[in-house]
Nanobody, 122 residues
Framework: QLQASGGGLVQAGGSLRLSCVAS????????MGWFRQTPGKEREFEAG????????GLADSMKGRFTISRDNAKNTLYLQMTSLKPEDTAVYYC?????????????????WGLGTQVTVSS
């Protein structure tokens, strides 16, 4: 019900925009989030947005570089990533929250996409 895309290989300092298309049922009244995961580590919160798009939250390491947004008419979530660093290399997952608000915990999400790989070369 969630399909993420837009990942790829980029050089350090470059930009990517991730997209996540969801079904209307899982998107329209739900907060949404982006998480990322690297091998051997738990999935980490990166960015979240409430159902209207009026409130967002970003992990500290993302502030000033990443922007989360949504287009409710298109049932699509975005993550604009700039000034990418090699440590941003990970699989990025989009998720739909159980509530309408921003949630930083994985347990707050009940629908997950398959993930898209982002690789940043130095």
């Amino acid at each position: 019900q969630l399909q993420a895309s837009g990942g790829g290989l980029v050089q350090a300092g470059g930009s990517l925009r991730l997209s996540c298309v969801a079904s209307r049922r899982t998107f329209s009244n739900n907060g949404m989030g982006w998480f990322r995961q690297t091998p051997g580590k738990e999935r980490e919160f990166e960015a979240g947005i409430d159902w209207r798009g009026g409130s967002t939250g970003l992990a500290d390491s993302m502030k000033g570089r990443f922007t989360i947004s949504r287009d409710n008419a298109k049932n699509t979530l975005y993550l604009q990533m700039t000034s990418l660093k090699p440590e941003d290399t990970a699989v990025y997952y989009c998720a739909a929250a159980r509530s309408a608000t921003v949630d930083v915990f994985t347990t707050g999400y009940n629908y997950w996409g398959l993930g898209t790989q982002v690789t940043v070369s130095s």
